[in-house]
């Protein structure tokens, strides 16, 4: 192997050690900033809707108070309907005096028809949790780019050893 290939190649692995561990820093860093919202087991939120609340909605009154609507990919909602009247809360129909649930396995902000607040309507919002393939992903979408950068660079910062000239033989 060519003293020049040798260096060029030497460099190109110093680049990508250089380039992964910024990479990795990064990408860490930013896992770091958001884990604490997905970082935890699915939870089950319930909800419940105490008796008289189709009397009270109809009179105007606001219906019952409700949790934060943020919630993790893969939490549940528990709907305890304890009104003596059907009750719809997005795809859910809830029966008088039952209860049903709803997984939340899609991350996007939904706006659910709901028929136990006076808004007739629910916002609400499921995240992604963050997965181990995102923190691969992200090392690589970043690491990559700047390896070649940073190679592209130390060619230019740092010239290449020049090649040793070769003898001329003579006839």
Not at 3 to 14: C, E
Not at 26 to 54: F, H, W
Not at 75 to 89: A, F, G, K, P, T
Not at 164 to 170: D, H
Request: charged residues 15%.
């Amino acid at each position: 192997m060519s003293p020049l290939v040798r260096a060029a190649l030497i460099r190109l692995g110093i680049s990508l050690l250089i380039s992964m561990a910024f990479a990795y820093l990064v990408a860490e860093l930013s896992y770091q900033m958001v884990k604490n919202q997905s970082d935890r087991a699915p939870r089950q939120i319930e909800i419940l809707i105490p008796p008289g609340t189709a009397a009270e909605i109809a009179r105007g009154k606001p219906g019952p108070a409700l949790p934060d609507m943020r919630f993790a990919e893969d939490d549940q909602i528990i709907v305890r309907n304890m009104d003596s009247v059907s009750h719809q809360l997005g795809p859910l129909w809830i029966p008088a005096e039952s209860s049903s649930v709803l997984t939340l396995d899609r991350p996007s902000k939904y706006s659910l028809s709901c028929t136990f607040q006076a808004s007739q309507s629910v916002d609400i919002e499921v995240f992604a949790r963050a997965k181990a393939s995102d923190r691969v992903m992200g090392i690589l979408s970043i690491g990559l780019p700047t390896w070649i950068l940073v190679w592209l660079y130390s060619l230019i910062a740092i010239p290449m050893p020049a090649n040793p000239t070769q003898p001329a033989s003579e006839p």
